[in-house]
């Protein structure tokens, strides 16, 4: 009898394996081989989830919206996305201020190295600032160009603008006109859905090039500040409150679902979303999990889980909230009130736009910490530990669109 390994194991397996690759490979000195021959499989899966994230998310939206059959049905469903996405967001940010300023991580911090430190990254983010003003981004949204939106996978908010406008814009003509574009997405949709099934059969493997070529590149970063230390299980503990704690409180209290099939169920996903740091390659996965395992509405996954991957961005927002104040810490900086409330508003905005990818979330820090008057030089300071925040805020942020697709999919009377 052919036992089948649940793919989360799988996945999960490829992990450990990873880790233990790399390891072995840093005793025997190794590093070059998995350079060379193990970590580019890696970065293989990860272009594999990045070429059809693009399609996939203008053909579901598209499909998402038109198969909502009227724009006052649209609306509904938009408005409540969105609401619910900006009130984790809030939360996400409250919570990451809290644990920061009582923590105080920057207060253990040797300051005769802020020097050293902060010279690593300055010049890469001082080209990549924008110099727009800080609502840039609003207009940032709209594409001059859908083709080349298209062929940048940071442009994914264009992307998501332009399928809901030509959504939109189907709606409001015939039926018997829309039928062909109708019939043609669907089309489209399940060869998309197909080549992600095909891709997340390797998952395993890639996962496990991924965490290979991860530890084998981190092997001479050991030495690490008490202030970094203490920053990093800042960040965890405010992951995990949020990943525990406040994400079953909203499933429990606005959904029917079990907190225990959740978490089972939803599993590859986040592990997919941990390996690759990235919620827009991670998207495939997202929405194949929510549809076939947790049983959600196609309609609603169609509709919800391509917008979060962009919008929906706790785990990163409380992560920017503790790494803003940490740096003014670091900096013997005092935060007035006002400076407060700006980071909160700042990061809620900028976590808008800020790309589904890895190290996406440091474009639009610069422009947070520049609007409170702390130069993002002070980004270096975070960047030596940031690999493994990075892969847990990106887990976060996903577990966080199953939430707002389950509460969005559930209906109001049983809310």
Known sequence: MKIKIPVYLQILAGMCIGIVAGLIAIAINGHQFVTDWVKPWGQIFIRLLQLVAVPLVF???VKGVIGLGDVSRFSKMGLKTIALYVITTVIAILLGITLVSVIKPGQYFDASQT????????SSMEARRTQDGPLNFLF???????????G??????????????????ALTIGKK????????????YAIILKMVNLIIKAAPYGVFALLAGLVVDTSGDLGMFRALAVYGLTV???????????YPLFMKLFTGMPIKRFIKEAHPAQLVAFSTSSSAATLPVTMDVAINRLGLPEETVSFVMPTGATLNMDGTSCFQAISIIFIAQVLGLDLSLGQMITI????????IGAPGIPGGSYVVMTMVLSSIGIPAQGLALILGIDRPLDMMRTAVNVTGDFVVTAIVATPKETT
């Open 236 to 246: 965890m503990a405010g992951l995990m409150i949020i990943c525990f704690g406040f």
């Open 177 to 188: 006109d829309v039928k062909p574009v109708l019939k043609l997405v669907n089309s489209l």
């Open 115 to 122: 020097i050293v430190m902060e010279g690593t990254f300055s």
């Open 140 to 150: 940032e949204i709209i594409p001059n160009n859908i083709f080349a939106a298209i």
């Open 344 to 351: 909160i508003l700042m990061t809620t905005i900028s976590s």
């Open 59 to 61: 053909i579901s939206l």
């Open 152 to 169: 940048d996978n940071s442009k994914m908010m264009q992307i998501i603008f332009f399928a809901l406008f030509f959504g939109v814009a």
